[in-house]
């Protein structure tokens, strides 16, 4: 099948646009989850993503949209739990992240079990992407760059040091909220495309491969979204092309990426020694 | 004018209790040198004056306004002691400085071609403008501790707050550092508290000595400092090598005492 026929079927454009967009989105946010060291908030809020999903499927509801307000109130949980250092933000997210676990295995057992729907939700059905949720991950999409924006410099001193932060006169909590907030709604969206397993995936591997050569912010920013968009795409087209997984592909393409990034820094390393 | 006033302040970490009834007032040009042993309070004391901890009891007023309204961090220039900064971020030396300018930014806080000027004026300063494209990540410890004093002085605050700044820089470069910052006090009259255990190299400089161990030991001039039975008492014998130490800066009005005379190169630095 050639790119051009591939492309005209309706669901593969919806597939690509939403694709497109949820890794543009994790792309942006993942630089920085990594930097903060919160680079696993994506795989905790996924696993109650997971909880979300299944109350959906036992109550008949959209299960992205009954997943949404869960998986938004659990990241401020996470938020809560780590400020001030009460718990340390990984153990915080270890905690959430089992009680997701435990809690969908729960309802996804009264709704029924592992049907063929919950196993869409675990690896991801690019696919079945519908309009409404198209539409969601073009608002997200509009947010993110609107708050990329408005708060560049004040999440830049964030990242870099909370403490200089909040003596700069910059609303920290308020910065942080706004992150952990839009990576949940970004989770619930990269669920449906790549999986509840590979969702983190997404948001660590394209960030990581770009602080691997590049040494300006922007270009951090830059790198990691083209990475991410690459894979995505390409991904897709294999998957048509070898009859397997997009999810799968995608991360296998994003993590040949990382692979080439790594060497290009070694390289550069061994030249300047 | 009045910078700060602390009113009854105590604070405990689950169960220690680390500061106990802090009271003391800092005004406009006081050059303050805050001393005490490892442990004593004072990157806490710090943290509370400016928000990052919660105290439980007491009250804390900034430039005239109760600190949970402050808002005029312009004015603030704060160097923590040990900053916890991410290993990769991808920031140079030059970026780092510019953010100093965050706080007089309001609404969209976008920087400009005035801004980089600036920027690269007081990294000039400070000695710091030949590795200004560097990866601040990449940089020795003593130079990162260059770019992070250029952060904090570029907007030339009115109260300077610095957590042992002196700690990863080489004796010259100390030197340096304590007379550039004592210029800011005595020609734009800049407060300055200043946490630090090299009062040999300060005591010339500043006006005032606040000791604290989990409570003010002693707060007040340096004259009366050199005098004051409360210090006496709570150094024991090793006020004589404070005294002589800074006697020999010539700081210190003669002490009735004088005359036990001791090596004055390790005075300065038991604190
Ligand atoms: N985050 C913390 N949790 C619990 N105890 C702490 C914490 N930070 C400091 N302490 C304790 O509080 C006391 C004062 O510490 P600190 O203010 O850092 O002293 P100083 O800056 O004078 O060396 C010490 O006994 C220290 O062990
Ligand atoms: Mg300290």
Redesign the interface.
């Known amino acids: 099948m050639s790119f051009a026929e591939f492309i005209s079927y309706g669901f593969v454009q919806r597939a690509l646009i939403s694709g497109v967009l949820v890794s543009l989105i994790t792309a942006l946010l993942g630089v920085f989850l990594v930097?903060?060291?919160l680079s696993l908030l994506g795989d905790s809020l996924s696993h109650i993503a997971l909880s979300g999903v299944a109350v959906g499927l036992l109550l008949n509801v959209t299960p992205v949209f009954c997943a949404l307000p869960i998986v938004m109130l659990s990241s401020l949980g996470v938020f809560k739990l780590s400020k001030n250092n009460k718990i340390y933000a990984d153990s915080a997210l270890g905690i959430v992240s089992s009680a997701g676990i435990a809690l969908g295995l729960i309802v996804a057992a009264l709704a029924g079990g592992f049907n063929t729907d919950l196993m869409g939700f675990l690896f991801g059905n690019i696919l079945t992407v519908s309009t409404s949720e198209t539409i969601l991950s073009i608002v997200v999409f509009l947010i993110v760059i609107a708050c990329l924006y408005?708060?560049?410099?004040?999440l830049?001193?964030t990242?870099?040091?909370e403490?200089?932060?909040?003596?700069?006169?910059?609303d920290v909590d308020k910065i942080n909220i706004l992150l952990v907030l839009l990576s949940a709604v970004v989770v619930v969206l990269a669920v449906k495309t790549v999986g509840i397993m590979l969702v983190s995936a997404l948001i660590i591997i394209p960030p990581t491969s770009a602080?691997q050569i590049?040494?300006?912010?922007k270009?951090?920013l830059i790198y990691s979204c083209a990475f991410s968009v690459f894979a995505t795409v390409g991904g897709l087209y294999l998957s048509f092309i070898f009859n397997l997984p997009p999810s799968a592909l995608i991360i296998v393409l994003e993590l040949i990426i990382l692979c080439v990034c790594g060497l290009i820094k070694y390289g550069k390393a061994r030249k300047t020694n | 004018m009045s910078i700060l006033e602390v009113k009854n302040l105590s604070f405990s970490y689950t169960g220690q209790t680390v500061l106990k009834n802090i009271n003391f007032k800092i005004t406009e040009g006081n050059y303050i040198a805050l001393l005490g042993p490892n442990g004593s309070g004072k990157t806490t004391l710090i943290k509370i004056l400016l928000g990052l901890l919660q105290s439980q009891k007491g009250k804390i007023i900034l430039f005239g306004s109760a600190l949970k309204k402050f808002n005029a961090w312009q004015n603030i220039g704060y160097l923590e002691q040990k900053a916890n900064t991410p290993h990769n971020m991808p920031l140079t030396a030059f970026g780092v400085v510019r953010l100093g300018l965050l706080s007089t930014k309001k609404g969209l806080k976008l920087f400009n071609k005035e801004d980089n000027k600036k920027t690269d004026a007081i990294m000039k300063k400070l000695h710091c403008y030949s590795y200004k494209d560097k990866l601040f990540s990449e940089l020795s410890g003593g130079q990162q501790q260059r770019v992070l004093l250029a952060r904090t002085l570029i907007n030339e605050p009115k109260f300077l707050i610095l957590d042992e700044p002196s700690t990863a820089l080489d004796s010259s470069s100390r030197e340096e550092f304590f007379e550039i910052i004592s210029a800011l006090n005595e020609e734009n009259k800049t407060t300055i508290l200043l946490v630090t255990h090299d009062i040999s190299q300060v005591g010339k400089y500043v006006n005032k000595f606040l000791i604290l161990d989990k409570q003010i030991v002693f707060y007040g001039s340096k004259e009366d400092f050199c005098n004051s039975a409360e210090v006496t008492e709570y150094f024991g014998p090793y006020t004589q090598h404070l005294i002589d130490h800074l006697h020999t800066t010539g700081t210190c009005p003669l002490p009735h005492n004088h005359g036990h005379n001791c090596g004055h190169n390790h005075g300065g630095e038991m604190l």
């Open positions: 930097l903060k060291r408005f708060f560049y410099n004040a830049i001193a990242v870099f040091d403490n200089f932060a909040k003596t700069a006169g910059v602080l590049a040494k300006k912010f270009s951090v």
